[in-house]
């Protein structure tokens, strides 16, 4: 089956510019989750989405980031205006229920703000 | 609160040298406990979940409540074992899953 796909893979922009970074969960995949991984830390939840609806949300820092997920597949995260501090990997994640059982991971969206 | 601490940054072992990798967790409610590993030009991947109790590529991790710890265990390490590691923590509401900050394995031949 095809993995969960994320694009773009790379992404250089400098600080005050926006990006988004886009992701298709597998299919079927009801949960879909945006991750964000500084470097030498471990993922950190952004957004939990449960079909089209926010299940959590409660570390998206809404004053920059916005994240949708419109008919309940594909998903969208923004950033705007990027801070030097938002460099990092995006990593998209979806499964297939609501526990967090077996997330199944995108390749990733490094972002580096210059 | 949930948190995960890996204890050890960076963990080098030779080739057959049984391996132990940390993770104590802190969280007040019944918690589910994973390890995620991270091959070089992977994906994120989940190796082993406490609810099963199998043995993957010969990992074993066993929950002790009384410790709140989430060990990682191999009897012989293999070269194809190097790779980075995470423990993860489900729980709250949400069903959030916390990841701790990731241990660095390399197995020396």
């Known amino acids: 089956e095809a993995g969960v796909a994320q694009s773009p893979r790379y992404k250089i922009i400098e600080k005050r510019q926006s990006v988004a970074f886009w992701c298709n969960p597998i299919s079927g995949h009801a949960t879909l989750y945006w991750y964000q991984q500084i470097l030498g830390q471990g993922p950190k939840l952004l957004i939990q989405f449960q079909n089209n609806g926010v299940v959590d949300d409660s570390q998206l820092p809404k004053d920059r980031f916005s994240a949708e997920r419109l008919k309940g597949v594909d998903s969208t995260l923004k950033i705007q205006p990027a801070k030097l501090e938002d460099s990092a990997v995006y990593l998209c994640a979806s499964s297939f229920g609501t526990l967090p059982g077996e997330l199944f991971f995108g390749e990733g969206s490094r972002l580096t703000v210059l | 609160a949930q948190r995960v601490t890996q204890p050890e940054k960076l963990l080098s072992v030779f080739k057959g040298a049984p391996v132990e990798l940390k993770c104590n967790y802190s969280?007040?409610?019944?918690?589910?406990l994973f390890w995620y590993v991270q091959y070089s030009r992977q994906r994120l991947q989940l190796l082993l979940r406490?609810?099963s109790r199998e043995s993957i590529k010969g990992f074993t991790a066993d929950l002790n409540k009384g410790e709140t710890s989430f060990h990682l265990k191999k009897p012989f390490a293999q070269e194809e074992d190097s790779a980075m590691y995470y423990c993860?923590?489900?729980?709250?509401?949400?069903?959030?899953?916390?990841f701790g900050k990731g241990t660095l394995l390399t197995v020396n031949p």
């Open positions: 969280y007040s409610g019944s918690p589910e």
């Open positions: 406490h609810i």
């Open positions: 993860a923590l489900g729980g709250g509401s949400n069903y959030k899953l916390t």
